[in-house]
């Protein structure tokens, strides 16, 4: 159950922009990002304020911010991670700290191929052709390899069933703005309720693809940013290269976690009331290698188009479910809950990038069927 969850925050960090996830993750390029993003992390962002570097007041009139509403706007930005190769450094900062990665990303028709190297903390190499996953972690000598739904920045949208960001979202582009070297729009995506966080998104003038992001909280703090301190659009990688990466193995010890495909009705959930704009997008099962361990993990997702959450349960075990809790870590919210249900008891761990309040209502909606 740890590593699903630990994965998981790493695939968010790695995938969740199209350069998350994600929760998720992610020291002289710590301060020259820092520098260079201009964001002092827990301080109000004014109003949202205007970026560093936008234009002033008397050239706004020779500026025309383009109008899009906000599922056009987020189909925009999620069609050029599937159209544009490139590579760049990303980093990740947040009030736990400043994560930087090296990101090789191909686009070679339906393919999408993609090396993530961790620059901070333990050595890491994810790789991922199109759905297939291999991790490398050198200092174990370990490799996982796993099928991952992996979608770029956002869920995709076609996927969530009656799915509309308007509905909780406003946007609007209120800046023109320049990072990384690119032109961007800045789009802000302001929260229609509590439920939700608000986000300022550098959307690349030309191609729509992202390269920075802000998670602000309900009052307006920068709580996350992720964004490109470098970027070169329409590189040169061969796809077939980074495949080759993938597949070397040789040294390491491969390690295949059995996942399967299901439903959190044929597990035995159900939520008693839907948490509004949360909309079911997929649901696994992670068997352990361990058969004592029990019968493993149920990951159940959710997204409203922006934010994602997941609802982890597993069999309580009392050795190592020790306290309930409550953690945050930058924009990534973790809640643990002890459930009774009957003769049953299990142990939860609800994940998202929400507001507290969402993580409890998800928790306490959550039900074993009659």
Known sequence: MREAIALDRQMKSCFKMPFRHTPRAFTAIKL?????????????????????????DKDKAEVRLPERTADEWLQRMQGATHRRSYVGTFVVSSAGGLYSSRIWHVCDGAQQVERVES????????????????TFQPLTRIARIEKREASGLFPNLNQIDGASVAEFYSAKAVALDRTAGFDAD??????????????LIWSERKTGLVIKAQTLDLEGRVIEQSA??????????????LVQMMNHTEGYKVEKPEVIKTTAAAEGWHLKSAVAGFKPV??????????????????????????????????????????????????????????REGAGEWWLTVMG?????????????????K
Not at 186 to 199: M, S
Not at 228 to 237: G, H, I
Not at 283 to 299: H, I, M, S, T, V
């Open 32 to 56: 020259i990002a820092f520098l260079a993003f201009g964001t002092h992390f827990g301080l109000v962002s004014p109003s949202w304020a205007a970026p560093q570097g936008q234009l002033q």
């Open 119 to 134: 620059l901070t903390g333990i050595p890491r190499s994810t790789f991922r052709r199109n759905d297939d996953v291999v």
């Open 186 to 199: 800045v789009v802000q995506f302001a929260p229609k309720d509590k439920l939700r966080f608000g986000y």
């Open 228 to 241: 490109f301190s470098e970027l070169v659009l329409d590189a040169s990688v061969k796809p077939d290269r």
């Open 282 to 339: 997929s649901c696994f099962k992670r068997l352990p290698e361990n058969k004592a361990l029990g019968d493993g993990a149920l990951q159940w997702i959710f997204s409203d188009g922006l934010a994602s959450v997941s609802l982890f349960v597993e069999t309580f075990d009392r050795q190592r479910h020790l306290q309930e809790s409550l953690r945050s870590m930058g924009a990534t919210q973790t809640l643990t809950r002890h459930l």
């Open 353 to 369: 990038e929400v507001p507290t309040q969402t993580l409890l209502s998800f928790a306490q909606s959550l039900e074993r069927k």
